[in-house]
């Protein structure tokens, strides 16, 4: 009868560390209701790693009597992992469970049947997979730097120094924002904050008198509903929200009047995405983030509004 495992790896600042992992011996994890063995180490440093690399750690399970059991014992720890960076400030990145290095089909057989070795990829999260023959995994690393030139930097600090520019807060901290995204990893960490760039740049206009006159109805209505102290607050605040066009919207419309119709039905497109994923944790359309795109369209809107007054 077949066992099943997993490994799972996981990441962590330069310079966290724990202390009761030491060195790269496996420490056992004495979790309750487990049905296969669990242990947890450090990784040693890759070779070559660019300077205060993250922290590296992976645990291992085995003795699992099916699949199922070791997924759910390792997602289980993933997602426990993910609180525990957060409650103690030490952030844990748990990965998206997919390959960050790996070799060919060709040299995983030629490995399984001249040394008896099933050759796995190096996965960033969880792979969970059949035991029985000894599993190792091929690991490569290298640090490379790609340089661009950046023409006319200094022509256009100067040109910009004497310009003298004032720039109202909020449009500083746009700036900065915008900037950061540059450092960001993350696709879809970059895809959220360049969609937080426009919201900070946008302005809330009120709705038609129509609407707030028909607002004003409703809450009349709602005065004389039978409802809790807190149900009535609720939906007092959600009326008094309504009479402001939504953040989506003004996003939208503040994309449209600098860059016109297309590129504002675009920007939706992109919002309804970051919606998805902010609410849902998903989205079907994950093809949309796209932060090389989308950036294109948030740094000509930011330009744009550092020109208004």
């Known amino acids: ?36 063995q669990v242990a947890i180490r450090r990784l040693p440093p890759r070779p070559n790693c660019t300077p205060s690399p993250p922290e590296r750690y992976e645990v291992r399970g085995s003795g699992f009597q099916s699949m199922e059991m070791a ?3 390792g ?10 960076g957060c409650e103690l400030d030490c952030g844990i990145d748990v990965g ?16 399984r049947d001249k040394f008896c070795v099933k050759l796995r990829d190096n996965i960033h999260g969880l792979d969970v997979f059949e035991e029985g023959l000894p599993v190792s995994r091929m690991e490569m690393s290298g640090t490379m730097t790609v340089t661009s030139r950046v023409e006319g930097f200094l022509d256009r600090l100067y040109d910009l120094y004497q310009k003298g520019i004032l720039l109202t807060e909020k449009k500083v901290f746009a700036l900065a924002f915008y900037n950061s995204t540059l450092f960001e990893n993350s696709t879809q960490v970059r895809f959220l904050n360049l969609i937080t760039v426009v919201e900070i740049l946008s302005q809330r206009c ?26 009535l607050r609720s939906l007092t605040n959600g009326l008094h929200n309504l009479k402001r066009i939504s953040i989506g919207e003004s996003c939208k ?3 449209s009047k600098h860059l016109g119709r297309q590129p504002g039905e675009y920007f939706a497109r992109c919002y309804r995405v970051r919606s998805d994923l902010v609410h849902n944790g998903r989205t079907s359309t994950p093809e949309r983030i796209n932060p090389t795109e989308l950036g294109q369209v948030v740094k000509q809107v930011l330009l744009a509004e550092l020109q208004t007054t």
């Open 253 to 255: 419309g503040l994309v």
């Open 1 to 36: 009868m077949s066992n099943f495992g997993f490994m799972l790896r996981f990441l962590m600042p330069s310079g966290k560390i724990v202390p009761e992992i030491s060195g790269e011996d496996e420490l056992p994890l004495g979790l309750s209701d487990l049905l296969g």
């Open 96 to 111: 998206n469970d997919r390959s960050t290095s790996g070799a060919s089909l060709f040299v995983k057989d030629m490995f």
């Open 206 to 231: 009120r709705v038609s008198q129509n609407s707030v006159d028909l607002l004003g109805r409703m809450h009349s209505i709602l005065r004389e509903a039978t409802l809790t102290h807190n149900e």
């Open 71 to 73: 997924s759910a014992c």
């Open 75 to 84: 997602k289980r720890i993933k997602q426990a992992l993910a609180v525990v």
